[in-house]
């Protein structure tokens, strides 16, 4: 079974969270039903503690978590 194909299976909503300069988690948020997609600045794949997108990140996890 591929990853593509997994992820269909999923039964429940996912966040996906990427920088505008990384697009390794496109492939998740294109297969997985319900999932959305969050956008953060930057050309990383891993925040840093000081990244301005780290304040972004935390508020669309809490609004994810709440939904």
Do not use: C, K, W
């Not at 593509?4 to 505008?20: C, F």
């Not at 297969?31 to 891993?46: N, Q």
């Amino acid at each position: 079974m591929s990853h593509a194909d997994r992820g269909r299976n999923l039964a429940r909503s996912h966040i996906v969270a990427e920088s505008t300069g990384y697009t390794g988690g496109l492939l998740p948020f294109a297969v997985v039903p319900g999932s959305r997609l969050v956008a953060l600045p930057g050309r990383d794949h891993i925040l840093q503690p000081d990244d301005p997108a780290v304040a972004m990140f935390v508020e669309e996890v809490e609004r994810f978590l709440v939904e």
